[in-house]
């Protein structure tokens, strides 16, 4: 295989987002864009609440019960949602009413995951249990198998891609996970990458053709290019994340933090040819955990030996800590700041930046210290 690192769409910046009010997430699962209604709408696996999250960070219930606990997608004024018991339900995105609520039969143990749109009237649903891909008409609710086994091995995430004719399926399986492309013609299954990954979750694709992969056992968001010819590479460290969803908005990633019951948008930008940390000697990945308490990682990586110069700043631009003044050679480094030592337990809450310098240039993360 091809490494990854003769392209990459680089995290320029991380934004946390806890929610400016009550933090109303439970086992948050899947995020989608209410483009219409400029506002984010998240499932919950442990209540089953659809949360609404609009342009400041607020979150309320858009349907308390709504039994959604799993994928989600946005047809038109309509949300779709997977839930319990093979339960696909939707509700009208103006009135908030139940709009459907039907059940795929089988056995209740063979639970449905992910779901998708192909814009002719059609849903996808994802069994991983049965290695099945259903395809649901929504004007008559008639279901059927679309496509089975032929390589499936606990499908999960649906992507749609539609000038290819086909749906982008990422098995759910240990060791070693497949990527599917499913032909909307004749529903054929062939593969487009075998991964090494422990049961990865979802995948989404950005307007460049980039595809990211995210799941709650790996440690971050994976990124790789349009025709799957590369080697997957970590972009984004971060833990539990289950779904990413790209925004084409303002060409972000939305992530859920499912154990931290948070979420994230993550800024992208495009480098052009070459890895950042190739072209420009460095990268400063985001600093994680993301909002932190007691303690905070900064990782950064070099490709040869530099002077380094790692510090720390508060909201008023007042230095706080230098972690890092020495010369370092090439690879990665994991710097820790604890902030619960006596020494630093008076720092107020609130934004911290940590600004590093390499050779003459500086770049900087920001993160939220709670307490």
């Not at 080697?231 to 859920?256: C, M, Q, R």
């Not at 530099?306 to 510090?311: C, H, S």
Request: aromatic residues 12%; neutral net charge.
């Amino acid at each position: 295989m091809k490494t990854f690192s003769g392209f990459l769409l680089f995290l320029v910046l991380l934004i946390p987002c806890t929610g400016h009010s009550q933090n109303l997430l439970n086992g948050p699962q899947k995020i989608v864009v209410d483009s219409k209604r400029n506002r984010l709408l998240v499932s919950n696996f442990n209540t089953g609440a659809l949360v609404q999250i609009d342009s400041l960070g607020n979150q309320s219930y858009l349907v308390q019960s709504a039994g959604f606990v799993d994928g989600l997608e946005i047809v038109g004024d309509t949300v779709y949602g997977v839930g319990n018991n093979r339960k696909i339900r939707a509700y009208d995105l103006v009135t908030n009413q139940l709009a459907m609520d039907t059940t795929i039969p089988g056995a209740a143990a063979n639970y449905l995951s992910s779901i998708a749109y192909d814009s002719a009237g059609h849903l996808f649903i994802s069994c991983p249990q049965e290695n099945v891909i259903y395809r649901m008409r929504i004007s008559d609710r008639m279901c059927w198998q679309f496509a089975s086994n032929n390589g499936l091995n606990k499908p999960n995430g649906i992507l749609l891609e539609k000038e290819k004719n086909r749906i982008v399926v990422i098995d759910d399986s240990p060791g070693t996970s497949l990527i599917h492309a499913i032909s909307l013609a004749d529903s054929s299954v062939s593969t487009l990458y075998v991964t090494s990954f422990n049961r990865p979750d979802g995948i989404t694709r950005d307007k460049f053709g980039y595809h990211y992969i995210g799941g709650y056992y790996l440690p971050g968001i994976y990124i790789t290019d349009a025709g799957f010819s590369q080697d997957p590479e970590l972009f984004f460290a971060g833990n539990n994340i289950v779904y990413p969803t790209y925004d084409k908005s303002d060409h972000s990633l939305l992530i859920t933090h499912y154990n931290a019951n948070t979420w994230e948008r993550v800024p992208l930008t495009t480098t052009g040819v070459g890895p950042e940390y190739l072209n420009d000697r460095f990268v400063l990945y985001p600093v994680s955990p993301n909002p932190f308490k007691t303690g905070a990682t900064v990782r950064f990586a070099l490709n040869r030996s530099f002077p380094v110069r790692l510090d720390v700043y508060d909201s008023t631009g007042i230095l706080v800590k230098t972690l890092v003044n020495e010369e370092k050679g090439p690879g990665t480094y994991d710097v820790a700041w604890e902030t619960a030592s006596r020494s630093v337990t008076e720092l107020a809450p609130g934004f911290y930046y940590f600004r590093m310098t390499v050779n003459g240039i500086t770049r900087t993360q920001k993160a939220l210290l709670i307490r």
